[in-house]
Nanobody
């Protein structure tokens, strides 16, 4: 079992910045992918960015150049630095961990609200 605890959400004005954190604990596989997803009201949950256990990153087109995903392996913590925030970034942001080897399993955090509004 893996536990994921997110923090860092809140209310910010357009153009502002926020940093989300996701602390992971438990049975984390040697090979895994961690990611941030967001879900706006009435919409499906979508991938924002992901980072593998060896540091390869992937971003949704809508956030490229504005968001940066990173991780601190010593702390088992993943971050999402969000800059130049737009109202359309408003959503609940979820941390995700997918173990790929050995074994396969998927875990989700409880979500943290990000609201971009003036």
């Amino acid at each position: 079992q893996v536990q994921l605890v997110e923090s860092g959400g809140g209310l910010v004005q357009p153009g502002g910045s926020l940093r989300l954190s996701c602390a992971a604990s438990g049975r984390i596989a040697s090979r895994h992918i961690m990611g941030w997803y967001h879900q706006a009201p009435g919409k499906e949950r979508e991938l924002v960015a992901s980072i593998t256990s060896v540091g390869n990153t992937n971003y949704a087109d809508s956030v490229k150049g504005r968001f940066t995903i990173s991780r601190d392996n010593a702390k088992n913590t993943m971050y999402l630095q969000m800059n130049s925030l737009k109202p359309e970034d408003t959503a609940v942001y979820y941390c995700n961990l997918r173990n790929t080897w050995p074994g396969a399993s998927v875990y989700w955090g409880q979500g943290t609200q990000v609201t971009v509004s003036s």
